[in-house]
């Protein structure tokens, strides 16, 4: 027995039926190199689809490539936008700190003042009385007496110099 190749044994079916696939690539419109066999490609590459679809890729990609600088430049812009207010906050944070500490320093001197002034009243209270109990005094010698009471006045007056520059004046 002959062996006798497969072309020359049906010579009218195989070339109708490698023009209809090399007609089916051409006529095709889904020109995917990815899927499709040889007489596909074939007819894609024939037909100018391979290179209408690398063009319409390339268009898409330029479109994409864009839009990725568009959105880089605003991640910048965003960007040096939170450092900017970063900064602004903690510039205004400090600013509190200092005046937060302002209003502790002044609370404190106020607290302060207001014990001097308190003891500033006592003592005068208690000069007062000692006044008013020398007045009272028949038994002292009247020179012990106007000397008591002139030490008295004198303490009497500083006490109030000390309470008018307690109050600022």
Do not use: H
């Amino acid at each position: 027995m002959s062996v006798r190749p497969f072309f020359d044994s049906r010579p009218g079916i195989i070339w109708p039926a490698v023009l209809a696939m090399l007609a089916s690539g051409c006529a095709t419109t889904d020109c995917d190199p990815g899927r499709g066999g040889f007489f596909r490609g074939i007819g894609c590459s024939a037909s100018g689809s391979y290179g209408q679809r690398q063009q319409q890729m390339q268009a898409t990609l330029n479109r994409e490539q864009q839009t990725q600088a568009g959105l880089q430049r605003q991640y910048g812009q965003a960007n040096q936008a939170a450092i900017a207010s970063d900064a602004e906050r903690q510039a205004a944070e400090n600013e509190y700190a200092d005046l937060q500490r302002d209003i502790d320093d002044l609370n404190a001197k106020s607290a302060q003042s207001r014990t001097k002034k308190q003891e500033l009243r006592r003592e005068i209270r208690s000069v007062q009385n000692q006044l008013d109990l020398l007045k009272a005094d028949t038994m002292s010698p009247q020179a012990e007496i106007d000397k008591r009471r002139t030490a008295l006045d004198r303490r009497l007056k500083e006490l109030e110099r000390e309470v008018d520059l307690a109050r600022g004046k």
